[in-house]
């Protein structure tokens, strides 16, 4: 039984079944319904507008912000984690 970063085997089993199901997810462009316009996904990077705003680390199920942005783009930001149901860190 090999044993990982403090994790049980059950636990991390279900964690690598999540990173992967967010993987799927990720391997094409998504246009969200909510902001298809402005708002989309391309690969692991999260685009509003012509800007990447944010990374998703589908691992730690985490979605990386990169810097302070207007109350729209915040929008979409938020939007993204709360889609695909991972952490926000700013």
Known sequence: MVRTLGFRPSNQSSILCRA?????KLNNMMKLDKYKQN???HGNE????????AT???VKEELHQL???SVTTQKHINYVANFL??????
């Open 20 to 24: 992967t199901v967010i993987i799927k």
């Open 39 to 41: 708002l989309t996904i």
């Open 46 to 53: 999260v685009w509003s507008y012509t800007t990447h705003v």
């Open 56 to 58: 998703i680390d589908p």
């Open 67 to 69: 810097g302070w942005w």
């Open 85 to 90: 149901n991972l952490e926000l860190i700013k």
